[in-house]
Nanobody, 127 residues
Framework: QVQLAESGGRLVQAGDSLRLSCAAS????????MGWFRQAPGKERDFVGA????????YYKESVAERFTLSRDNVKNMVYLQMNSLKPEDTGVYYC????????????????????WGQGTQVSVSS
C-alpha cells in the first residue's frame, strides 16, 4: 500500500522560503511520477509541479517555475518542494501525489491521473 506523507507547511511572510517534504513508502517508485498540487481556500486543486522518479525530469506550473524547485532522493524515498520568494497567492493546502503509470507527459498536470495522495500540509503566506 503506497503511502505519502507531507510535512513542512507553516505560516510564513511574503518573500520567505519554505521547503515541503513528501515521504513515500509502500512500493518501488521507479516509473512513477510524483506531483505536487495545492488547493487555495474556495478554489479547485491546482497543479504546482511534477518530477519523474527516474531521471528527475521536472515540470512546473508557469507561475511558480522561477521560484519553486522540485527534487527527489531515491534512496530515502523523499520528494522535496523548495519554495522561494513566497507570495500570498501561494497560500493553500499542498498535496503530494503519486502517479504509478503515466501514459504521457500531459498526464503529469492532471490530478485525476494520480493514484495516491497524501493528507496535505498547510502553507500560509502573509503579506
Amino acid at each position: 500500500q503506497v503511502q505519502l506523507a507531507e510535512s513542512g507547511g507553516r505560516l510564513v511572510q511574503a518573500g520567505d522560503s519554505l521547503r515541503l517534504s513528501c515521504a513515500a513508502s509502500g512500493d518501488n517508485f521507479d516509473g512513477y511520477v510524483m506531483g505536487w498540487f495545492r488547493q487555495a481556500p474556495g478554489k479547485e486543486r491546482d497543479f504546482v509541479g511534477a518530477i519523474t522518479w527516474i531521471g528527475a525530469d521536472v515540470y512546473y506550473k508557469e507561475s511558480v517555475a522561477e521560484r519553486f524547485t522540485l527534487s527527489r532522493d531515491n534512496v530515502k524515498n523523499m520528494v522535496y518542494l523548495q519554495m522561494n520568494s513566497l507570495k500570498p497567492e501561494d497560500t493553500g493546502v499542498y498535496y503530494c501525489a503519486a502517479c504509478a503509470n503515466p501514459k504521457s507527459m500531459s498526464d503529469y498536470y492532471r490530478d485525476y491521473e494520480y493514484d495516491y495522495w497524501g493528507q496535505g500540509t498547510q502553507v500560509s503566506v502573509s503579506s
